[in-house]
């Protein structure tokens, strides 16, 4: 469902290398752009599937993060889910409803910048990982209900400056009971972030955990009542909108992420190569999360 206080959802735009561009009106997500304040609020909108991490979906986000890149007049990009859940990771079941139609060229352009999610080839979601480290633009989670498996990595692992969570909200890798592996970088920046031991308590042990646990663990930034989530997150987006030095606001960004930056393209590979391993030997997606 659109937000009422924003104007309404709108296409994305795509870029091609000579310039050229195309509107593209997306499935899986809700795009609305607030040209007077610079702020794009993006919903994850398949409250039927929890909003689960289908390949539409992720591509889609792949391309807001490019026209980010291109559009000035996109300060700060906020991302929420519609209905009961940010998201519930990993897609286990099959696509329903219409199937996308990417533009080729498009879609051959973009395979050059590396913004294209292949996801057999890349179950660890390393594209939309680095696609998030690598956003100039300042990025606010507005987390509006669960978070599963990779859905949790993307909230507490960096894939957002800056989190904003509701009370009702819960946390739960199922990485082993599902036969995998850790994936969107997890394997490395959660243990950088709290610690080996407890990185590997929550990373093996596939238990619920809450806001107020994460908080304290300083994953997140702020907990609020779930009516305040995201007039909250908007807040802050208001806020780093109207820094004028944009430059030192997306530099500094850039200079923090660094330090890890550097080692994501072959940590991605190597994660990656470990859930096809797991895959081989064979996985349990029907396992009760």
Known sequence: ????????????????????????????ILFQHDKKTGIVLVTF??????????PTMIQECLFVLEQAKHD??????????????????AALKPR?????????????QYKKRNMVFQALMDIALGVPTIAHWDCPKIN??????????????????NWYDFTVVSEESKFKYPFVKLGITPE??????????????????LLMGGEFFYPQDAKK??????????KDVLPRALELAKKYAAVPNTFALRAGKKLINSHLRKEMDELMKTENANIRECVKRGTDFTAKM
């Open 45 to 54: 909108n398949r409250d039927d599937n929890m909003n689960a991490l289908q």
């Open 217 to 226: 663990m300083e994953l997140i930034n702020e907990v609020v009542p779930k």
């Open 1 to 28: 469902m659109a937000n009422p206080t924003f104007p309404a959802p709108s296409p994305i735009t795509l870029y091609y290398d000579d310039g050229k561009t195309e509107e593209y009106t997306p499935l899986d």
């Open 140 to 157: 606010i989670a507005a987390v509006n209900g669960v978070a599963i498996g990779g859905a949790t990595n993307m909230v507490l692992c």
């Open 184 to 201: 969107l970088g997890s394997s490395r920046v959660l243990p950088f972030l709290i610690g080996f031991s407890k990185a590997k308590e």
């Open 72 to 89: 000035d007049t996109i300060k700060v990009l906020v991302w929420t889910g519609a209905g009961r859940a940010f998201s519930a990771g």
């Open 96 to 108: 329903t409803g219409p199937r996308p139609k990417f533009p080729k060229e498009i879609m051959k």
